[in-house]
């Protein structure tokens, strides 16, 4: 059975810090990776990583995926209380549309 | 450009009665997609639909639950018969392509169950 899984499940730093979220995936025929915040509303949209080792970058924010070893990093620099949120990584499999998340890394930054 | 939009926010229904709830895609937008949120659970993918077609409802109960895009409106996924445990988060989302193409959220549908 496919399955994404997310650590640490919840993560407690203060502003300026640094740090990663993980995300292993073991997923059928996998295609693609992708990064969302999610606030009190809608998930968010940060990163899709098809390629491995390939770094993405959006201010912040960065991402990268290792296919061989399954998995990707979430790294966030100079951490703001802005930046508290659930973080969800979902793994998509080859020829559906389907994504298969994990449950998430409760990020709360203090002042 | 309007993003996903979801009604309503937030919906009360009784054991036994009908919940409707309705997606808007972003412009453009012809694919979409149903995913659930029980509470302390993530997201779990129910169904894949295209204008008047679903492509997969493999994660979709088998009983009481129904989904449709039709040709002109928005997307409405149906409970018949609510019960406790269907009390959760549905979310939709939208993507401009086909599925290779990046899934955008709407904001949800908070359904409760009494």
């Known amino acids: 059975e496919d399955k994404v899984v997310q650590s640490p499940l919840s993560l407690v730093v203060h502003e300026g810090d640094t740090v990663t979220l993980n995300c292993s995936y073991e997923v059928t025929n996998f295609r693609s990776l992708l990064w969302y915040k999610q606030e009190k509303k809608a998930p968010t949209f940060l990163f899709m990583l098809t390629s491995s080792g390939i770094e993405k970058k959006s201010g912040r924010l960065s991402s990268i995926l290792d296919k061989k070893e399954l998995f990707s990093i979430l790294n966030i620099t100079a951490t703001q209380t802005g930046d508290s949120a659930i973080y969800l990584c979902?793994?998509?499999?080859?020829?559906?549309?389907?994504?298969?998340f994990g449950q998430g890394t409760t990020l709360q930054v203090k002042p | 450009n309007a993003g996903v939009m979801q009604n309503p926010r937030h919906l009360v229904r009784r054991r036994g009665q009908e919940a409707r709830l309705r997606c808007s895609p972003m412009?453009?937008?012809?694919?979409v997609y149903w995913y659930r949120q029980l509470p302390e659970e993530g997201l779990k993918f129910m169904v894949y639909l295209q204008k008047e077609n679903i492509i997969d409802e493999s994660g979709m109960p088998k009983e009481r639950f129904s989904a449709e895009f039709p040709k002109e409106g928005p997307s409405i996924l149906r409970i018949q018969q609510v019960v406790r445990g269907d009390s959760a988060a549905y979310f939709c989302?939208?993507?401009?392509?086909?599925?290779?193409?990046?899934?955008?959220f709407g904001p949800g549908t908070r359904l409760t169950v009494l």
């Open positions: 412009k453009g937008h012809s694919h």
């Open positions: 989302a939208s993507s401009l392509g086909s599925y290779t193409d990046t899934q955008y």
């Open positions: 979902a793994g998509i499999p080859s020829n559906t549309g389907k994504l298969i």
